[in-house]
């Protein structure tokens, strides 16, 4: 495998000079650096670090740069009695451009924290007797169709003024032309500045035009003028320069020149940024409010292959032709009062509730920034489209789908930023709780595009790395593991993951009915529910072939044929085998609900020979055994074992008529991997290894049970929840916390994976939105 992945990686990086889907040579380095992002859902987002940099650009879709671009920055200017007394980069940074600036802020004055959506940096500014509090807000608002889609963020300045006489203050914003990449240094950008007023309500500003080939887009600096505030601007500087003539315009009278009309466009190798300034005057001990706002528009956007044109979700409300950032500057600065309402009425029960660890408030929320800064994209489906276009030959029983998707849009988030695969299903399983839980439209538009691959099938052969053998790229009647890759043309062509032929996983299709049944139990969507039904069919008689010897009890394949994709399993399996059980049972519950006696009768007879093998075969007296295969490490403790009932458990089909797993043996199952996979690692502080053997040695026969999953640890904690062991719950699942977020600073790059001595795996990844299960499973 080595041989032969380095072989593809070679060709497809250094010939064909494209990104691979998962790169193994060059993993992204941590940076312990990053804060809250900017952004809605789907359009792009933009990254500030703890220190208030900008430093992390995801807006061409699924494609990251980690730069930090130094001219992006907020400066402050102090005058008193018709004197400038203070002009500061509110920036702890000392670069090596814009000199003329004053840099180097004592980070000893700043205080920074972020409850996504929203973050605060707090700058005392020494002498002055003057505190200035940066509030960020981006509109993710749960159940918010329109404005969570909008690729704008808002910094609201407070300032306090604790002296004795009067003082004015200006915030100047200054920000360069581009992401920071070569592409800022190819030439024909060009900067203008704007005014846009609507309601009584007047927003001024610059608009920086980046003029590229492919997928370009306008950012757009602003500030609500209102009265006793003025705004001025700078239509263009030099960033890479001295930068004194801006440092000099602000500091002579707090304000900057204003020039009328447009810049010339930027030559082959030069870079142009731009500022706009807000000024007020704050009364002695007074309090006053400077209101700044981010916006960017890049409505029409490719992907790699650039076959297909898509308009991104927002613009239905702003429009396509890219000239939409004045009025979403607008809406932002004028609407955001409302946004942080709603976003207050979501968070408050939860954060005011006593009986919940402040750590998992942060984690519930801050775990979120992946809605939009997994490589999200959220897209209209075009006009003219018909559900045949859709469907294909073979997906005609999808009633609802074209008024799905025609009303709510295709939506598709990585698997991580550096796992780059769209709506990854085995993993997305996991995270599918903050979506159906927060925006469960975007869960039914998802479960849409995915039943549709279903139904299709791809003959096109290839060859995978793992076992060098070729198989068609997708079968008909089984869920593919990703709808694509965002270098090639997602939806068009599925299945960019090229390590196993996963048409013989065994998770996949079963992670799609308990979607399906989980979906509806939340939503009530019946018509939803009336459409998958011949799906889910279909996906179960598929999987039924792998129940080779009848018994009711699907097997593995001696392979790695599952979301652990790279440890081995044969035989009946707790893991699969408890998904099947759970599958099999939500068939006979949705069943009931539709009225097919015939298939209730068939998966009830099917359910109570599975049953009795599960527990014949797996059950050892204190937990499900990994596998039933009797090798070395078939005893493991599987800290995911009890991944069929989490799902039950969720969707209120765990007791009664409806108990596949034994309370009792769910009980022991939990208590023992608590006592072994959690509190016999790293002395109970990092959360639960994924395999440990039963003399509490991790199991190492593969590089995937001697690792912590975020993502899989949330989720149980969420089945101890469900359980009623509470605690043990809460103490799981704060491992995780306090080893991501405090011990190895990877705040809002959530990895899928780290050891016990700190090596991690894939940062930013999807997986860990499964803490809202944990929620769930509270309510």
């Given at each position: 495998?080595?041989c032969?992945?380095?072989?593809?990686?070679?060709?497809?990086?250094?010939i064909e000079k494209?990104p691979?889907?998962?790169?193994?040579?060059?993993?992204?380095?941590?940076?312990?650096?990053?804060?809250c992002?900017?952004g809605?859902?789907?359009?792009?987002?933009?990254?500030?670090?703890?220190?208030?940099?900008?430093?992390?650009?995801?807006?061409n879709?699924?494609?990251?740069?980690y730069e930090t671009?130094?001219a992006?920055q907020?400066?402050?200017?102090?005058?008193?009695?018709?004197?400038?007394?203070?002009?500061?980069?509110l920036?702890?940074e000392?670069?090596s451009?814009l000199q003329?600036?004053?840099?180097?802020?004592?980070?000893?004055?700043?205080?920074?924290?972020?409850?996504?959506?929203?973050?605060?940096?707090?700058?005392?500014l020494?002498?002055?007797?003057?505190?200035?509090?940066?509030?960020q807000?981006?509109?993710?608002?749960?159940?918010?169709?329109k404005?969570?889609s909008?690729?704008?963020?808002?910094?609201?300045?407070?300032?306090?003024?604790?002296?004795?006489e009067?003082?004015?203050?200006?915030?100047?914003?200054?920000l360069?032309?581009?992401?920071?990449t070569?592409?800022?240094?190819?030439?024909g950008?060009?900067?203008?500045?704007?005014a846009?007023?609507?309601?009584?309500?007047r927003?001024?500003?610059?608009l920086?035009h980046?003029?590229t080939?492919?997928?370009?887009?306008?950012?757009?600096?602003s500030a609500?003028e209102?009265a006793?505030t003025?705004?001025t601007h700078?239509?263009?500087f030099n960033?890479v320069?001295?930068?004194?003539?801006?440092?000099?315009?602000?500091l002579?009278?707090?304000?900057?020149d204003?020039?009328t009309g447009k810049?010339?466009?930027?030559?082959?190798?030069?870079?142009t940024?731009?500022?706009?300034?807000?000024?007020?005057r704050?009364?002695a001990?007074?309090h006053?409010?400077l209101?700044?706002?981010?916006?960017w528009d890049?409505p029409r956007?490719?992907?790699?292959?650039?076959?297909?044109?898509?308009?991104r979700?927002?613009?239905?409300?702003f429009g396509s032709?890219?000239?939409?950032?004045?009025?979403?500057?607008?809406?932002a600065?004028?609407h955001?009062?409302?946004?942080?309402?709603k976003?207050e009425?979501w968070?408050?029960p939860i954060?005011e509730n006593?009986?919940?660890?402040?750590?998992y408030k942060?984690?519930?929320?801050?775990?979120l920034?992946?809605?939009t800064d997994?490589?999200t994209?959220?897209?209209?489906?075009?006009?003219?489209?018909?559900?045949?276009?859709?469907?294909?030959?073979?997906?005609?029983?999808l009633?609802?789908?074209l008024?799905?998707?025609?009303?709510?849009?295709?939506?598709?988030?990585l698997?991580g930023?550096?796992y780059r695969?769209?709506?990854t299903?085995?993993?997305?399983?996991?995270?599918?709780?903050?979506l159906?839980?927060?925006?469960?439209?975007?869960?039914i538009?998802?479960?849409?595009?995915?039943?549709?691959?279903?139904?299709?099938?791809?003959?096109q052969p290839r060859q995978y790395?793992m076992?060098g053998?070729?198989?068609?790229v997708?079968?008909?009647n089984?869920?593919?593991?990703?709808?694509?890759?965002p270098?090639?043309?997602p939806w068009?062509?599925?299945n960019?993951y090229?390590m196993?032929?996963?048409?013989?996983?065994?998770?996949?299709?079963?992670?799609?009915?308990l979607?399906?049944?989980?979906?509806?139990?939340?939503?009530?969507?019946?018509?939803?529910?009336?459409?998958?039904?011949?799906?889910?069919?279909?996906?179960?008689?598929?999987e039924l072939?792998?129940d080779?010897?009848?018994d009711?009890?699907?097997?593995?394949?001696?392979?790695?044929?599952?979301?652990?994709?790279?440890w081995?399993v044969?035989?009946?399996s707790?893991?699969?085998g408890?998904?099947?059980?759970?599958?099999?049972?939500?068939?006979?519950?949705?069943?009931?609900v539709l009225?097919?006696?015939?298939?209730q009768?068939?998966?009830t007879?099917?359910l109570s020979?599975?049953?009795?093998?599960?527990?014949r075969?797996?059950?050892?007296?204190?937990?499900?055994?990994?596998?039933s295969?009797?090798?070395?490490?078939?005893?493991?403790?599987m800290?995911?074992?009890?991944?069929?009932?989490?799902?039950l458990?969720?969707?209120?089909?765990?007791q009664?008529?409806?108990?596949v797993?034994?309370k009792?043996?769910?009980?022991?199952?939990?208590k023992?991997?608590f006592?072994?996979?959690?509190?016999?690692?790293?002395?109970?502080?990092?959360?639960?290894v994924?395999?440990?053997?039963?003399?509490?040695?991790?199991d190492?026969?593969?590089v995937?049970s001697?690792?912590?999953?975020?993502?899989?640890?949330?989720?149980l904690?969420?089945t101890?929840?469900?359980?009623g062991?509470v605690e043990?719950?809460?103490?799981?699942?704060?491992g995780?916390?306090?080893?991501?977020?405090?011990?190895?600073?990877?705040?809002?790059q959530?990895p899928?994976?780290?050891r016990?001595?700190?090596?991690?795996?894939?940062?930013?990844y999807m997986?860990p939105?499964?803490?809202?299960?944990?929620?769930?499973?509270?309510?």
């Amino acid at each position: 495998f080595p041989c032969r992945y380095f072989r593809w990686w070679y060709k497809k990086t250094r010939i064909e000079k494209k990104p691979a889907f998962i790169d193994l040579l060059c993993a992204v380095p941590l940076q312990q650096i990053y804060g809250c992002p900017l952004g809605g859902i789907g359009g792009g987002t933009i990254t500030r670090g703890w220190r208030g940099e900008f430093c992390r650009w995801q807006l061409n879709p699924g494609i990251y740069h980690y730069e930090t671009v130094i001219a992006n920055q907020f400066t402050v200017c102090l005058r008193c009695k018709g004197q400038t007394v203070y002009q500061q980069v509110l920036s702890v940074e000392r670069p090596s451009t814009l000199q003329g600036w004053n840099w180097g802020y004592c980070g000893h004055y700043a205080f920074y924290h972020a409850l996504y959506p929203r973050a605060w940096m707090v700058y005392e500014l020494p002498g002055q007797n003057v505190v200035l509090t940066c509030r960020q807000v981006s509109p993710v608002i749960p159940h918010d169709y329109k404005d969570s889609s909008l690729p704008v963020g808002v910094f609201i300045w407070e300032v306090e003024n604790g002296r004795d006489e009067d003082v004015e203050v200006s915030i100047m914003f200054s920000l360069q032309n581009g992401t920071g990449t070569k592409e800022d240094r190819s030439g024909g950008h060009w900067n203008e500045p704007f005014a846009f007023e609507k309601e009584g309500e007047r927003v001024a500003g610059v608009l920086l035009h980046h003029c590229t080939r492919t997928n370009p887009f306008t950012l757009a600096i602003s500030a609500r003028e209102k009265a006793g505030t003025s705004v001025t601007h700078l239509t263009a500087f030099n960033p890479v320069g001295s930068g004194r003539e801006v440092w000099q315009d602000l500091l002579r009278d707090g304000r900057l020149d204003s020039p009328t009309g447009k810049s010339s466009l930027t030559e082959k190798g030069e870079v142009t940024a731009a500022a706009v300034c807000a000024g007020c005057r704050v009364p002695a001990r007074g309090h006053r409010t400077l209101e700044l706002a981010l916006a960017w528009d890049m409505p029409r956007v490719h992907f790699g292959s650039k076959e297909k044109l898509h308009l991104r979700r927002y613009t239905r409300f702003f429009g396509s032709g890219g000239d939409a950032a004045p009025a979403l500057s607008h809406h932002a600065l004028t609407h955001y009062e409302e946004w942080e309402r709603k976003i207050e009425a979501w968070q408050k029960p939860i954060l005011e509730n006593s009986q919940l660890p402040s750590w998992y408030k942060s984690a519930l929320f801050n775990e979120l920034y992946f809605m939009t800064d997994g490589g999200t994209i959220w897209v209209e489906l075009p006009p003219d489209c018909c559900a045949e276009d859709l469907q294909g030959p073979a997906g005609a029983g999808l009633s609802h789908l074209l008024p799905v998707l025609r009303e709510y849009g295709r939506f598709a988030y990585l698997e991580g930023q550096e796992y780059r695969m769209y709506n990854t299903y085995d993993v997305h399983f996991y995270a599918s709780f903050a979506l159906v839980m927060l925006w469960p439209k975007l869960q039914i538009s998802l479960q849409y595009d995915i039943a549709v691959t279903v139904v299709n099938e791809d003959v096109q052969p290839r060859q995978y790395l793992m076992c060098g053998q070729t198989a068609q790229v997708k079968l008909k009647n089984v869920v593919p593991h990703d709808i694509g890759d965002p270098g090639d043309e997602p939806w068009q062509r599925v299945n960019a993951y090229l390590m196993h032929d996963t048409a013989d996983w065994k998770d996949l299709n079963l992670k799609f009915v308990l979607q399906v049944y989980r979906d509806y139990y939340l939503t009530h969507d019946s018509l939803y529910l009336r459409d998958m039904w011949p799906v889910c069919q279909a996906v179960m008689e598929s999987e039924l072939k792998f129940d080779t010897d009848n018994d009711g009890l699907i097997e593995n394949g001696g392979f790695a044929d599952q979301t652990y994709d790279a440890w081995v399993v044969n035989g009946a399996s707790a893991y699969c085998g408890g998904l099947w059980l759970a599958s099999v049972c939500v068939m006979c519950k949705m069943a009931e609900v539709l009225g097919d006696a015939e298939i209730q009768q068939k998966y009830t007879e099917i359910l109570s020979k599975g049953k009795e093998a599960f527990e014949r075969m797996l059950w050892n007296g204190k937990y499900y055994n990994y596998d039933s295969s009797g090798s070395d490490t078939s005893s493991s403790i599987m800290s995911d074992q009890c991944a069929g009932q989490w799902f039950l458990g969720a969707c209120g089909l765990d007791q009664g008529e409806f108990e596949v797993f034994p309370k009792s043996h769910v009980a022991s199952a939990l208590k023992t991997i608590f006592e072994k996979n959690v509190m016999s690692f790293a002395g109970g502080t990092m959360g639960a290894v994924n395999g440990m053997r039963p003399d509490g040695v991790p199991d190492t026969s593969s590089v995937q049970s001697n690792e912590v999953w975020v993502g899989v640890v949330y989720a149980l904690a969420a089945t101890m929840i469900q359980e009623g062991l509470v605690e043990e719950g809460f103490h799981t699942a704060e491992g995780c916390y306090r080893t991501v977020w405090e011990q190895l600073g990877m705040a809002f790059q959530t990895p899928e994976a780290y050891r016990e001595k700190k090596v991690y795996r894939s940062l930013a990844y999807m997986r860990p939105l499964s803490i809202w299960s944990m929620q769930l499973a509270l309510e």
